[in-house]
């Protein structure tokens, strides 16, 4: 298995650009979450997808974040437009409720935002 | 979910056993202790979970104190590859979904040479 996938691995872009984020979880997982990690707030969640639906987004942090999942295997996070302070690295995670490990998040690499 | 305390840095030498403290005082009956660590430069990493026994895998132990307010993680011979940040995170696990993970600041554990 490839584990979770994400693209890119580092962005940098200025200021007022569209950024767009990519995650393909483990096949057959039904939950994906997304968090930031930045040194002043540390790792947070930001919204996750059960079945590719959004169940909670509670911690986007404002209109400029959204994310989707089209189907099992791809979500994207977009920010538009982009800001210096949205610079972070951004991860993505999947898990299934299925087996005895049951709710075990696994993360993928991550994606190194820069926002000049 | 509950509230954790964890040193914000240890040290250990090669080949030791490396133990990881956690305070929870304020858990819930039906809250689990997990076990994630994240290397540099890497996404965080399952370790281990248990609700009240303790638990071992390939990985780490986990030892629950009898009343469950305290936790510790152990790495029975550390090696250089297990320098890494440790997060102890309390949560609920009712079966009937999964969210999110709150992370708190971990301890940040270097094995020394």
């Known amino acids: 298995d490839a584990g979770v996938i994400q693209s890119p691995r580092h962005e940098v872009t200025e200021m007022g650009q569209e950024v767009t984020l990519r995650c393909k979880p483990i096949?057959?997982?039904?939950?994906l979450f997304w968090y930031r990690q930045t040194m002043m707030r540390g790792l947070e969640l930001l919204i996750y997808?059960?079945?590719?639906?959004?169940?909670?987004d509670s911690g986007m942090p404002e209109d400029r974040f959204s994310a989707k999942m089209p189907n099992a295997s791809f979500s994207t996070l977009k920010i538009q437009p982009s800001e210096p302070r949205d610079s972070a690295v951004y991860f993505c995670?999947?898990?299934?409720?299925?087996?005895?490990?049951?709710?075990?998040?696994?993360f993928g690499p991550g994606t190194r935002l820069t926002v000049l | 979910d509950a509230k954790t305390t964890q040193p914000t840095s240890m040290d250990c030498a090669e080949g030791r056993a490396a133990n990881l403290p956690c305070n929870h005082s304020?858990?819930?009956?039906?809250?689990?202790v997990y076990w994630y660590r994240q290397i540099h430069s890497q996404g965080p990493q399952y370790i281990i979970h248990?609700?009240?026994n303790n638990e071992t895998n390939e990985m780490a132990s986990l030892i629950i104190t009898e009343d469950r307010k305290s936790s510790t993680l152990i790495l029975p011979h550390a090696t250089l590859r297990d320098t890494a940040v440790y997060y102890c995170?309390?949560?609920?696990?009712?079966?009937?979904?999964?969210?999110?993970?709150?992370f708190g600041k971990g301890t940040h554990l270097i094995i020394q040479p």
């Open positions: 248990g609700l009240k």
């Open positions: 096949s057959g997982h039904d939950y």
């Open positions: 995670a999947s898990s299934t409720q299925g087996g005895l490990i049951t709710d075990t998040q696994y």
């Open positions: 304020t858990i819930s009956g039906n809250e689990y």
């Open positions: 997808f059960n079945n590719n639906v959004p169940i909670d």
């Open positions: 995170i309390v949560r609920v696990y009712s079966g009937g979904g999964a969210d999110g993970l709150t």
